[in-house]
């Protein structure tokens, strides 16, 4: 490809790498600027591939029938999503869920983006605001120049808030003669679920030794600028969890309900569960257990839980910022900066959340951007759809004074007529995404019609 672009996109994460994908297949040439391999690096990176997953292994449920997140699978496969696509070919076993090798994943996402002859990726950081289209996707840690020169042309600055991460044990130090292979919640494969988790059960004396373990453990001192800004709930914490009450890890993420021990044929008081996190299944994370607990402290605690008396920890939890507009205020309809609309924004700076909302915001922008490159306008996603209710959330449909990240979610479309039972509710809400998405997806494919 020659210098000369139409557009550059400026990060390449989940949501530059997908939205390079589809402007370049729209017949686009693309700039992808990414700065890392160009001399930077952010806190929670550890490499230059694209696309790279910072934490968890998982895209979450893949259940398109009943449930939010598996929707939006179906949608983004259907719009031709080179994440979804890269993610299906690094599948690991993960029972409903979507989990991929990470490594695996980021190569396929790499190799796809910097072999297409109409994108041209350049090492390089961006620290001003162009003046020609731009799709901005630098996610929760962008680099600091340019969120100042965010902050300094919206007025608003940008807001600031920190999630944690989970730590990953290798296989061959738990012990697999306390702990036992089950579905999440022992649901069985009637929902898709094989014996893919490993869980590590816990008495009630067991349990409160930990929670008290927890509770006074060294935290990671706040740094000035994290003190007053708030979890993101689904993000939050062990040990913020353990401090809310004694029984609170017990109904989240240390939930037994279900989960028959086969030793003692009976639910354990408590269970931390661990989910394969690599091809070769080397690796588990510790499911929900994201923590900001000083590194020494987490490997003395957590080899207090059954099974990981001798667990040896490929990575330890830790915290991060993250950074994300005041979307319903600052962005239009089409993701455009209303005060300077050559700009558009994509991921989880808008304030989605998630690697599957970031790059499906990816798409958006993407085929927006699109759209008006040849002259066209392109109508968003009905809200009834899983794309349409998160552009709507983001662009209009969340509270711009109390805005948060928002994971998609049956709740951010619009309500269903009736009273319906909670099965097939989910149902109900899936079944009218996709006929709209297909009325919506007729209109994209055949603008002339408009
Ligand atoms: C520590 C941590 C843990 C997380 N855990 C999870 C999790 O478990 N599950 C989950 O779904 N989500 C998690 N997230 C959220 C996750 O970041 C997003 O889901 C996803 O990565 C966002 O995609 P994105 O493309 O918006 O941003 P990113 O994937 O972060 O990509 C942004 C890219 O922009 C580049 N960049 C930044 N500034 C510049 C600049 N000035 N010039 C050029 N390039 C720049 C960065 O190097 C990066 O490659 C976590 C985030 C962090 C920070």
Redesign the pocket.
Known sequence: MSDAFDIQI????????EAAWQLAEAGLRVRL????GGG??????ESDR???????N???SDDAEHNAVGLLHQEMRTLGSLIMRAADASRVPAGSALAVDREGFAAEVTRAVESHPNIAVVR????ALPDHPTII???????S??AEAIAAETGQGALAFF????PIVHRDSIDMGVAWMAARWDRGSSEGGGKDYINCPMDKDQYHAFVAALNEGEKTEFKDWERDTPYFEG?MPIEVMAERGPETLRYGPMKGVGLDNPRTGRWPYAVVQLRQDNALGTLWNMVGFQTKLKHGEQVRIFRTIPGLENAEFARLG?I???SFINSPRLLDGELRLKSKPNIRF????TGC???????A??ILAARFAAAELRGDRLPPPPVETAMGALLGHITGGADAETFQPMNVNFGLMPPLPGRLKKGDRKKAYTDRAREAFGGWLERERAPELA
């Not at 400026?10 to 790498?17: F, Q």
Request: proline share 3%; hydrophobic share 35%.
């Open positions: 400026i990060g390449g994460g989940l949501a530059g790498s600027s990414e700065m890392r930077d690096t952010t806190p929670a990176h694209l696309a790279e997953m910072v934490c968890s998982s895209f979450r390089e950081r961006v620290d996707s630098t996610g929760p840690l962008t680099g120049k340019l999630d944690a991460i989970a993000c830790g991060h910022r993250n994509a991921g989880q700076i959340e998630g690697y599957v909302e970031s790059a915001v990816g």
